[in-house]
């Protein structure tokens, strides 16, 4: 038991209530129980469930599921169809975490003092995080035909389809899906800003730095702890990415836009539930291979005010 | 550790029983049982349908509610995504009452339709279905759907207008699609000579293998010859990488609409209707959705169909999802013997008055014929003329021929590298039939 001692003599004992006794400890795991059970329940069994159908041979055709050790990841490669996902799931990750972090962090910066006007504009920014994925897809989908708005207003006049070129699509879904995140983004942002100290700014200022000198020596290193979230958040968005794609390429044209989720849902969609599990066990295990050891160091170089 | 083991053994266990269970039926009563004796009353059925079903159709749902006092609850499966809806929703262990689905061997089969489906073999419209309840809906002699919507005959549909102006007569052959293309875009470079609708990916499979191996697949030959193992999908001078490569030509000819990788499958019947596009490879399920956005009489002025084959005027058929229906066991013998009513009504009492409001031409024997509009006594000439078994129907795997010709459009793939693709896919599911 730990005791207070000075010049060596035993003053008083810790209360034995200031330590994690067994009793708290049973207190505590009342409250987390209900996160233990729900993440056991709806994350922890159909992960392992799907780790171990990942291995097996299970489709539509038959009754009989049975164990082929890495059959369907072969199947998958050979087909072509695990290499073009994952390539075209990092493409998406990537322009979808660069589009979103420059537009937020630019738009944090603009809106970054609280005032009437700056309120109003977050709102607005914020708008079509709270749009359904679908919705958005559909209507961006709509703005992008070759007969839409987006052909209208530019000032050559042809009617390009944006989806229907496998780059352009590629580059446009991404872009929608971190347009749709980026009014959150930008509020995690705008709260990183406000949270560097003025002081330290003014010192920089007196120091003789520019306004781009202070925002790179000074405000993004301190930016790191919200850039650390968002840059975790857009990937693992972009790894789960699938109701844009559905609503504006549906995957296409051709595979362009198959992401692994895609992928996952047209094998499932054939009866081949196998080798759909092998895509979704490749997609579980990018999220964790990409995004653990990106977490801990983002996580280092922050600094502590 | 030895507890986690124990722990993480028995998720799987669990997991894999379920999954099991989703994919096998726990019925047990007999098919004989359900098959004879009154039907019962003051029962909801589900049924999970294609959202293009027909008005008739739709009609002959309340037909069957008012005669029977038993009510359909329509789940309704999107056209456009209509087989990966029905695949994802039935692998999860429901099951509807009722199933409209593919009269084809390979998609029945994708369902494990014998496993999970009541036999209707001894019912009595399989005897006046004839030939077609050999094809639609049968696995291994047994019947298991009944097909009131006639077969989906596929084909060329063309705007009679564009090609009267261009003096054009209707294509019978790959070559002549060619050569019409080129024609046709001299004449009027505002009409897109061939609709393709990428968009919606499996249209794509029509021009690239239905039509084209029409001819090659009378008496399901080539069909036979992939499922014996005496041809390769991959074969190189084989009709199946032929006809890929006939259909790349008349893209890379300019002879697509210029968005030809996100049209979409009603978008290009509007545009045959319209004449905006002078041409679209599809099937006569596209005749309800013309006469949709239509008059039929308007639809007759403008519309024709041909059959095409790869040198030969040939069409090629498949049992249509529009009106193929299937009794799925849910283990319910009440809701079971009323679906196998459902069956009843629909090829006995309900069957004339839907022939005469679809104006279609009858599946099952002793109905008269009603009048045809045009573009459907069209469709039949080219039926009863010897029209081929689809490519796709009775080779496993082909489910995925629509995304792979896709892929093909989108230039993502070459001719050999989809039928490797497609090789791959057909012995991915002779595998697991297997097993």
Not at chain 1, 153 to 179: C, E, F
Not at chain 1, 241 to 250: K, S, Y
Not at chain 1, 269 to 290: C, D, E, P, W, Y
Not at chain 2, 56 to 63: E, G, R, S
Request: one cysteine or more; charged letters at 15%.
């Amino acid at each position: 038991m730990a005791a207070v001692k000075v010049a060596g003599a035993k003053v008083a004992e810790a209360p034995r209530t200031a330590g994690p006794s067994g009793r708290n400890r049973r207190y505590r795991l009342w409250f987390a129980l209900p996160a233990i059970v729900l993440v056991t329940v709806f994350f922890l069994l159909p992960f392992i469930a799907n780790g171990v159908f990942a291995f097996m041979q299970w489709t539509g055709y038959s009754t009989t599921i049975r164990w082929i050790g890495l059959g369907n990841f072969r199947l998958v490669n050979e087909l072509g169809i695990l290499r073009h996902a994952v390539v075209v799931t990092l493409i998406y990750a990537v322009t979808g975490l660069i589009v979103q972090n420059v537009v937020s962090i630019t738009l944090a910066k603009a809106l970054q003092q609280t005032n009437r006007v700056n309120t109003v504009f977050r709102a607005i920014f914020f708008v079509p995080v709270l749009i359904s994925p679908l919705a958005a897809g559909y209507i961006w989908a709509a703005v992008l035909s070759p007969t839409g708005p987006l052909n209208t207003v530019l000032p050559w006049d042809h009617h390009y389809a944006w989806l229907g070129n496998s780059t352009t699509a590629l580059l446009a879904v991404a872009s929608i899906d971190a347009w749709k995140l980026s009014g959150l983004i930008t509020l995690v942002y705008v709260a990183g800003f406000n949270r560097i100290p003025r002081s330290v700014i003014e010192a920089a200022t007196l120091d003789g730095a520019g306004a781009w000198r202070r925002f790179l020596a000074v405000e993004f290193p301190l930016l790191a702890p919200a850039f650390t979230f968002n840059v975790v958040l857009s990937l693992i968005g972009a790894f789960s990415a699938l109701d844009i794609v559905f609503a504006t390429t549906a995957g296409g044209p051709g595979d362009a836009t198959t992401l692994l989720n895609v992928a996952v849902y047209n094998e499932y969609g054939q009866g081949l539930f196998g080798t759909a599990s092998a895509l979704s066990f490749v997609v579980a295990l990018m999220a964790i291979v990409t995004a653990v050891p990106l977490i801990g160091w983002l996580r280092r170089r922050e600094v502590q005010l | 550790m030895k507890r986690s083991m124990a722990a993480a053994a028995a998720t799987v266990a669990v997991g894999i029983s379920l999954a099991a269970c989703s994919s096998s039926t726990s019925s047990q009563s007999s098919a004989s049982d359900l098959l004879t004796g009154a039907s019962p009353t003051g029962v909801t059925l589900t049924m999970w349908h294609n959202t293009a079903d027909s008005q008739a159709l739709l009609d002959l749902y309340k037909a069957y509610e008012k005669a029977s006092g038993n009510k359909i609850v329509l789940v309704n499966m999107p056209q456009s995504t209509f087989p990966t809806a029905v695949q994802t929703k039935w692998a999860t262990g429901a099951r509807p009452d009722i199933l409209e689905w593919h009269g084809n061997e390979d998609d029945a089969e994708s369902l494990n339709i014998a496993q999970n489906a009541i036999d209707l073999s001894s019912m009595a419209f399989v005897k006046k279905e004839g030939t077609l309840a050999q094809l639609a809906g049968n696995i291994d002699g047994k019947t298991y759907a009944a097909s009131i919507g006639f077969p989906s005959v596929w084909g060329i549909f063309y705007n009679k207008k564009d090609f009267a102006k261009a003096d054009l007569s209707a294509p019978q052959t790959y070559a002549d699609l060619a050569s019409d293309c080129t024609v046709l875009k001299t004449k009027d470079a505002g009409v897109s000579p061939i609709y393709m609708a990428g968009g919606d990916q499996w249209p794509t499979a029509v021009l690239a293998g239905f039509d084209y191996m029409a001819q090659y697949n009378v008496g399901a030959a080539y069909d036979k010859s992939i499922t014996s193992d005496s041809a390769k999908l991959t074969d190189a001078s084989g009709p199946f990488i032929a006809g890929m490569t006939a259909a790349e030509a008349l893209d890379k000819s300019g002879c697509f609409n210029s968005d030809a990788t996100t049209g979409t499958w009603l978008n290009s019947l509007k545009a045959v209707l319209n004449g905006s596009a002078a041409m679209v490879a599809q099937s006569s399920d596209s005749i309800a959705i013309l006469d949709s956005d239509a008059s039929s009489a308007t639809v007759d002025a403008n519309v024709g169909f041909a059959a095409v084959s790869a040198t030969k005027s040939i069409a090629n058929f498949s049992p249509t999802p529009l009106g193929t229906y299937y009794v799925p066991k849910t283990g319910n013998t009440t809701k079971e013997k009323a679906a196998i009513g459902f069956i009843k009504f629909i090829t006995g009492a309900g069957y004339a008055a839907y022939v005469k409001e679809s104006g279609g031409i009858p599946t099952l024997s002793g109905t008269a014929v009603p009048p045809l509009q045009e573009l459907w006594a069209e469709v039949e000439k080219a039926y009863d003329a010897g029209a081929a078994l689809t490519v796709n129907s009775q080779i496993p795997g082909f489910g995925n021929f629509g995304p792979v010709a896709a892929e093909l459009f989108a230039g993502q793939l070459t001719p050999a590298q989809a039928a490797s693709k497609m090789q791959a896919y057909y012995l991915q599911a002779q595998t697991a039939m297997g097993s």
